[in-house]
């Protein structure tokens, strides 16, 4: 069984292989929307951006991003943009990542206002 490390929260669960990472987070109280998105979000469908979490370690061990993934993150919505650049390998949107194998997550990923890569 894959075992999922939220780092802020200091907290392991195991999960079946296949488990959506962002219902295993809810289910282990892990909260990985951050003010308002807590109420208005597109439950699980990816269009939003909100759920967006870091894979620290890992990032083989969950599915492929998604189209709807890929056009938030990079096209669709301006809050996920910023939370992306400098962080193209990890970030990755918890509603659609199904987990495979063992990984590291930093929930509620923050926006890079002002980044080294932001500017150049």
């Known amino acids: 069984m894959p075992t ?4 802020k929260e200091k907290k392991t669960i195991d999960v079946p292989e296949g ?3 962002r219902t295993a987070a809810r289910k282990a ?3 990985v929307y951050k003010g308002l998105h807590k109420f208005l979000h597109c439950p699980g469908m990816g269009m939003c951006g909100s759920c967006r979490v870091y894979i620290k370690e890992g990032a083989e061990n969950v599915t492929k991003p998604t189209l709807p993934e890929k056009f938030t993150t990079k096209i669709g ?3 996920a943009q910023f939370a ?3 962080h193209e390998n ?3 949107l918890s509603c659609q990542c199904k987990v495979t194998g063992d990984i590291k997550v ?3 990923a923050p926006c890079n206002w002002h980044g080294e890569k932001f500017w150049g």
């Open 4 to 7: 999922v490390t939220f780092v």
């Open 19 to 21: 488990t959506n990472l």
């Open 90 to 92: 990890e970030l990755r």
């Open 84 to 86: 992306y650049i400098g």
């Open 106 to 108: 930093e929930t509620q």
């Open 77 to 79: 919505n301006p809050e």
């Open 29 to 31: 109280g892990v909260e």
